[in-house]
């Protein structure tokens, strides 16, 4: 049963930029590791895009004549099966842009909460998080307790995660380090199996949508 997974990348670092994204290079790595779990990937770099501050689905057009580009990822997001949060860790935190997923997705929750329909029913999610400093279990906290709120279902072991010194200069290098480590590689063949396990079950057995007249909360 082929799946795919969308890959929201939240690195602050643009793809033309002179210095590359760790988090994308641990990315490539789990992206390989569900291609042998037959599912195709995507990866939305988020700051290559023009995505405003706000709390709605789409701000529309700006003033300068830049449309917004978060409905555009949202549909990608809904047509998914899997999704993929990847961020650095930036003084214990998510990325200023994965934060800002989260605020562009309350209107998605307000619906959920309000009527009980969740456009990410039977959708499953991991993460993948880098960083130089502890701060890994708080990050996956943070992402975990949102997702789960918008019916996101998480699988055992979510997330792919590396801290250290990242000494490398090339994106080549710093995948063949990943590959030469059991620990990270071994955390990246469970996730990509949990994945996919779990994403397929629900296609043979999804979670039933609520009661159209039952209130989320109630």
Known sequence: ???????????????????????????????????????????ITLIDHHIPPGTKTDLGTDKNGLRDEWPMIVEKMLAADILIFATPIWWGSPSSLMQRVVERLDEL????????SAGFLNKVGGMVIT?????????IGILSNFMAWNAITIPPAPSLSYLGSYDEKTPEALLARFKSQETTTGMADTLARNLASVARALKVNPIPAQDKNAQYLR
């Open 1 to 43: 049963m082929p799946l795919n997974a969308l890959f929201l990348l939240a690195t602050l670092k643009p793809t033309d930029a002179r210095s590359f994204s760790h988090t994308r290079v641990l990315s490539d790595l789990l992206i390989e590791k569900l291609r042998e779990q037959t599912v195709a990937s995507e990866v």
């Open 109 to 116: 929750n307000v619906t959920l909460e309000e009527t009980g």
């Open 131 to 139: 960083g130089e400093e502890d701060g890994t279990q708080h990050v």
